[in-house]
């Protein structure tokens, strides 16, 4: 019998740069949700473990291994008995488009090695999350939280129930290095040593979280414009829509998000810019 999970897309509603660290990596504080109708799908089923098949409108995008023989490899080690299954990924989601798709494939190959096999539920899967990536840990958890440090620290965090997103990606050709060179074109500057640390943010409506998105954006958004210019396009299309209330970049990019208070809106939305421009990848999803 087969066994399916989901991996969502995984939106920065923000993204702050704080500094670069001595280590050479940046401290991050990102408030970060996730897509409950828009992401990949993976299956497990009995039988010898391989490397995972990958089918689906992207799959073409993953050549060679990807992080879910990744996570499988580390389980493995940890668990020298278990045989996993073999693993099908419907890759639905554009490839390394700043909704974390592989760290999401990969997450939810820990959760549903996890429920399959009692060696592996056993084992701390948040530890072999962190091995993975810096967006894996929360997309193990799946849930809308604050990521801190380098993403190794996550705060959860409550959102109201009616949030809508639209997403947005031009599918323009993305280099393999995308985030490292975004990162070099923010070039920023040393975390200083008296940063203020700040509590998670409380949301008791959609505007709240409205308003913090705004107010907070995403520092990669101008470095990510030089490497790909067509964010500026998608940015202004999101913003024109009607009851648009924000339009942002998540990760670094190129999919942008435009932010609604009602599923109405968002649907609407999202049937515009398909007509508009139908050579993009466009969802609609409830952001959890």
């Given at each position: 019998m087969s066994k399916l999970e989901?991996?969502?897309?995984?939106?920065?509603?923000?993204?702050?740069?704080?500094?670069?660290?001595?280590d050479g990596y940046h401290e991050l504080r990102?408030?970060?949700?996730?897509?409950?109708?828009?992401?990949?799908?993976?299956?497990?089923?009995?039988?010898?473990?391989?490397?995972?098949?990958?089918?689906?409108?992207?799959?073409?995008?993953?050549?060679?291994?990807?992080?879910?023989?990744?996570?499988?490899?580390?389980?493995?080690?940890?668990?020298?008995?278990?045989?996993?299954?073999?693993?099908?990924?419907?890759?639905?989601?554009?490839?390394?488009?700043?909704?974390?798709?592989?760290?999401?494939d990969a997450a939810a190959a820990l959760r549903l090695l996890s429920a399959a096999h009692p060696e592996i539920a056993s084992l701390d899967l948040a530890a072999i999350a962190r091995t993975l990536g810096a967006d894996v840990p929360v997309c193990l958890r799946s849930r809308s939280a604050v990521m801190t440090g380098t993403g190794e620290q996550i705060s959860d965090v409550e959102l109201p129930a009616e949030l809508f997103a639209v997403l947005a990606n031009p599918l323009v050709e993305v280099p393999s290095n995308k985030t490292a060179e975004v990162f070099r074109l923010l070039n920023a500057e040393a975390l200083p040593d008296d940063r203020a640390t700040e509590n998670p943010p409380a949301f008791s409506s959609v505007g709240d979280v409205i308003r913090y998105a705004a107010l907070r954006g995403n520092a990669l958004?101008?470095?990510?414009?030089?490497?790909?210019?067509?964010?500026?396009?998608?940015?202004?299309?999101?913003?024109?829509?009607?009851?648009?209330?924000?339009?942002?970049?998540?990760?670094?990019?190129?999919?942008?998000?435009?932010?609604?208070?009602?599923?109405?809106?968002?649907?609407?939305?999202?049937?515009?810019?398909?007509?508009?421009?139908?050579?993009w990848w466009i969802a609609m999803s409830r952001l959890n």
């Open positions: 989901f991996a969502p897309a995984k939106v920065n509603l923000t993204l702050e740069v704080l500094g670069r660290r001595a990102s408030l970060v949700a996730f897509a409950t109708d828009a992401g990949d799908r993976l299956t497990l089923q009995a039988g010898p473990t391989s490397t995972t098949a990958v089918e689906g409108p992207f799959a073409d995008g993953l050549n060679g291994a990807n992080l879910i023989d990744k996570a499988v490899e580390a389980v493995s080690r940890l668990a020298p008995n278990s045989v996993p299954g073999r693993l099908t990924l419907e890759k639905n989601l554009p490839v390394a488009s700043g909704i974390g798709g592989g760290s999401a958004e101008a470095p990510a414009r030089r490497l790909f210019p067509e964010i500026i396009t998608v940015l202004s299309q999101l913003a024109k829509l009607p009851r648009s209330r924000v339009a942002q970049l998540s990760g670094a990019g190129p999919t942008c998000f435009a932010l609604f208070e009602t599923e109405h809106a968002a649907t609407t939305g999202a049937r515009m810019l398909r007509a508009r421009h139908p050579g």
